[in-house]
T-cell receptor
Framework: DAKTTQPNSMESNEEEPVHLPCNHS???????IHWYRQLPSQGPEYVIH???SNVNNRMASLAIAEDRKSSTLILHRATLRDAAVYYC?????????????FGTGTRLLVSP | DTGVSQNPRHKITKRGQNVTFRCDPI?????LYWYRQTLGQGPEFLTY????????KSRLLSDRFSAERPKGSFSTLEIQRTEQGDSAMYLC??????????????FGSGTQLSVL
């Protein structure tokens, strides 16, 4: 399984932007970069994914480095509800069945 | 669409007892997954079904664990002769496989198992 490296924890203030980094230096050409987050006492939920180009959706933006060896999940204005563990996952969805493999993620703390 | 439903939310059992958990996926989702999560760790893959067929099992799934998805809809995960090390959150997820680039997993809220 391709590996990702994330900081164990990060802190932010409410209504400020948050940049969550992820390193994936061994990424292969067919790996998609996925982000899931897990709120307290909930199962993980999908946030965003991308391959090469930057992606935006209603929840967040994903900025992917040109060499694809790192990416950043951007929350434009953090709210208290964004406090969660964020998982950066490489997933090759085009080569047969590949299970989604979670690491330990980044715990985001949001202060009022 | 009511999301992925798991029952019960909490289960406390004594060591050696059998337990069964149920997962109702999002209707028409053809893949169903079971994961296990312990405190401070990310979810670990256990097994998955494509419709009613169980296609992959992790080595974490010992002989005491069995999962079924009899009609390609709901699934059950049974643990026989529970051990204290089985205490964890058991998560179910489902997805619709069609266009691979759009596959997303939808997770339930999990069943928290405590083995005393």
């Amino acid at each position: 399984d391709a590996k990702t490296t994330q900081p164990n924890s990060m802190e932010s203030n409410e209504e400020e932007p948050v940049h969550l980094p992820c390193n994936h230096s061994t990424i292969s050409g067919t790996d998609y970069i996925h982000w899931y987050r897990q709120l307290p006492s909930q199962g993980p939920e999908y946030v965003i994914h991308g391959l090469t180009s930057n992606v935006n959706n209603r929840m967040a933006s994903l900025a992917i480095a040109e060499d694809r060896k790192s990416s950043t999940l951007i929350l434009h204005r953090a709210t208290l509800r964004d406090a969660a563990v964020y998982y950066c996952i490489l997933w090759d969805m085009n080569t047969g069945f590949q299970k989604l493999v979670f690491g330990t993620g980044t715990r985001l703390l949001v202060s009022p | 669409d009511t999301g992925v439903s798991q029952n019960p939310r909490h289960k406390i059992t004594k060591r050696g007892q059998n337990v069964t958990f149920r997962c109702d996926p999002i209707s028409e989702h053809n893949r169903l997954y079971w994961y296990r999560q312990t405190l401070g760790q990310g979810p670990e893959f256990l097994t998955y079904f494509q419709n009613e067929a169980q296609l992959e099992k992790s080595r974490l799934l010992s002989d005491r664990f069995s999962a079924e998805r009899p009609k390609g809809s709901f699934s059950t995960l049974e643990i026989q002769r529970t051990e204290q090390g089985d205490s964890a959150m058991y998560l179910c997820a489902s997805s619709l496989v069609g266009r691979a680039t759009n596959e997303k997993l939808f997770f339930g809220s999990g069943t928290q198992l405590s083995v005393l």
